[in-house]
């Protein structure tokens, strides 16, 4: 889990100086909030508009209309896969921008597999033999075609050109790799795609790409099951938060964070708004 925990005296006091009649101050009780999270070469702001905060940090969710009572259990289930799913979904997404991944391998196989449990293993081994070649770092999730082939994505940093397989021997890095997942699965059984995605920002793209996936497991058939794989040693993003007064207006804030992306170089924006659950989402990267 992300840690949220701040120092609400330095966030105001870092506030009072830049946001001028904006600011609430210490003694305000209620807050609308955004939620800061910095990577190596990029941030998410999440806008919460649609909760109060009171300035213990606590949140409590207030209804805006009257909501009707439902037998015990309903619609429990649906809830909390969907929650679970957005959990996963922007859990994954973080660690690949923190991991600066810039490629995307995907491992498949030659016959249509179906089973989990065995792709499950299959990767396991894989990954006890990626060891081998020293420390790897990665995010992983599996991905069901409309067919029912699964296959896995796996984001990571681009190899070295060329590497030494068990003899001693050097080998191309692409071709080796291909070669430990083969001997998992079968020599003619499986292969290894590799997707470097082109222009810029591909940190931003690749995280997007493989982190949807994950979500759609969930929300299909794979809840209370392991939904993405990581390796140990992926730093957490940076996290702070800040609060505004309950008035202050939802289109102010997003011009002080759009003002705040521009002044420290941020390009390349993603924004999605949602209206029925009262919450901006932002990304932004740096060009590179």
């Known amino acids: 889990m ?7 005296a330095a966030a105001n006091a870092n506030l009072k100086a830049s946001l001028g009649q904006y600011f609430c101050g210490t003694d305000a009780k ?6 800061f999270t910095e990577f190596p070469n990029g941030v998410e702001v999440y806008v919460d508009e649609g909760r109060e905060a009171f ?4 949140f409590f969710e207030y209804a805006t209309e009257q909501e009707m009572p439902t037998a015990r259990g309903e619609g429990d289930h649906e809830k909390a896969r969907s929650v679970a799913a957005r959990r996963a979904k922007t859990n994954v997404r973080r660690l690949a921008k923190m ?6 391998l995907t491992l498949t196989y030659r016959e249509n597999m179906i089973d989990f449990n065995r792709v499950e293993a299959d990767f396991k081994a894989f990954r006890a033999r990626l060891r ?16 029912g082939a699964i296959h896995v994505h796996i984001a990571c940093q681009h190899f070295p050109a060329w590497l030494n397989n068990e003899h ?11 070669s430990m997942w083969r001997r998992v699965v079968g020599r003619d059984n499986g292969n290894v795609d590799l997707t470097r995605p082109k222009g810029r920002n591909w940190a931003h793209r690749i995280a997007s790409y493989i982190s949807k996936y994950v979500s759609k497991n969930i929300e299909e058939a794979r809840f209370n099951k392991k939904s993405y794989w990581a390796s140990r040693g992926i730093p957490k993003p940076k996290q702070s938060k800040f609060w505004f007064s309950m008035d202050t207006p939802i289109r102010d804030i997003i011009v002080l964070v759009a003002q705040e992306f521009a ?3 941020f390009d390349d924006l993603k924004q999605f708004h949602d209206p029925m659950n009262g919450f901006y ?5 740096k060009s590179i």
Do not use: P
């Open 30 to 35: 209620l807050f609308k909030t955004i939620t």
């Open 168 to 178: 001693g021997v050097r080998v191309r890095s692409y071709n080796l790799i291909r």
């Open 132 to 147: 081998s070649l020293g420390e790897f770092h990665y995010v992983a999730t599996l991905e069901k075609q409309q067919r």
């Open 281 to 285: 989402w932002f990304s932004a990267m």
């Open 99 to 104: 991991l600066q991944a810039d490629c995307l």
């Open 263 to 265: 002044m420290k170089g």
């Open 2 to 8: 992300l840690n949220t925990s701040i120092d609400k």
């Open 55 to 58: 300035s213990d940090g606590a």
